[in-house]
């Protein structure tokens, strides 16, 4: 059973168009027992291909007891990188922390009224960034 938490990323399920910065689609699927969201990402940013899966939940490492405090994710890129981020929904915003929770770099969006998009920005260190925003397509 998901915890109030991580229950907040149910809005994240389904098939996403997204624009701005990056340009494409991803998808958003419980795995069995709910305790981790897949994001499955087929996007192009800079004219170049981002392929790959992110897996999304709490950490609970061997021999531990209790799940990690906070909502961690890893991508696996199809280029082969891998990418660490911290989840922190709270009612209608979404932070996406580089990293940890506090880093420079993340993404912050704001849910509409009826859930079928998300509306923000990546910001990194420096300046840069770009908007981003997420529409239902189902």
């Not at 069995?32 to 800079?46: A, I, N, P, S, T």
């Not at 990194?124 to 239902?136: I, K």
Request: cysteine-free; aromatic content about 12%.
């Amino acid at each position: 059973m998901k915890d109030a938490e991580l229950a907040q990323l149910d809005k994240l399920v389904g098939t996403w168009k997204v624009t701005g910065g990056a340009e494409g689609t991803v998808t958003y699927r419980w795995l069995d027992g709910g305790h981790f969201l897949l994001q499955e990402v087929d996007l192009v940013q800079d004219g170049e291909p981002i392929k790959g899966i992110e897996v999304i939940g709490r950490e609970r490492t061997f021999m531990a007891t209790e799940p990690s405090e906070d909502i961690k994710s890893r991508y696996y890129g199809g280029d082969g990188s891998t990418l660490d981020y911290v989840y922190d929904p709270d009612g209608d915003t979404l932070t996406i922390w580089g990293m940890e929770k506090g880093s420079p770099a993340y993404f912050r969006g704001t849910w509409s009224e009826d859930g079928d998009v998300l509306d923000g920005a990546w910001v990194y260190p420096g300046g840069g960034g770009y908007d981003s925003t997420m529409t239902r397509l189902a």
